[in-house]
């Protein structure tokens, strides 16, 4: 399963009303350190496929989600569990520092 791109009409019930976690990637197409993350998430998404669901959020699309859950740079993933963020995770984290950080929430 890819990534799923949300935006402010989506994301209620893509990951607010989600059954299963989230990883939410705050990004931009001008983001190079997002460009750089990119595989790494996409790797994720196929690899949980099912146990956890993967989106991504572009912010100069949707910037009042960045400015809701208080996205000061990019990228920044958000774990969200049952509704709410568990899991903030700045920056270009290596994949197996995501993985631990989502496993948790499975």
Known sequence: ?????????TFDKEVIH??????????APWCAPCKALMPTIEGIADEMSGK???????????????????????????????GKVAEQI????KKDKILSKINPYL
Not at 1 to 9: I, P, R
Not at 18 to 27: E, G, H, K, P, Q
Not at 90 to 93: L, Q, R
Request: hydrophobic fraction near 50%; avoid cysteine; aromatic fraction near 8%.
């Open 52 to 82: 956890i669901k993967v989106v991504k959020i572009n912010i100069d699309e949707s910037p009042l989600l960045a400015t809701q859950f208080g996205i000061m740079s990019i990228p920044t993933l958000l774990i969200f569990h049952q």
């Open 18 to 27: 989600s059954t299963i976690a989230v990883l939410v990637d705050f990004w």
């Open 90 to 93: 700045p920056g270009t984290p």
């Open 1 to 9: 399963m890819a990534t799923l791109q949300v935006n402010e009409s």
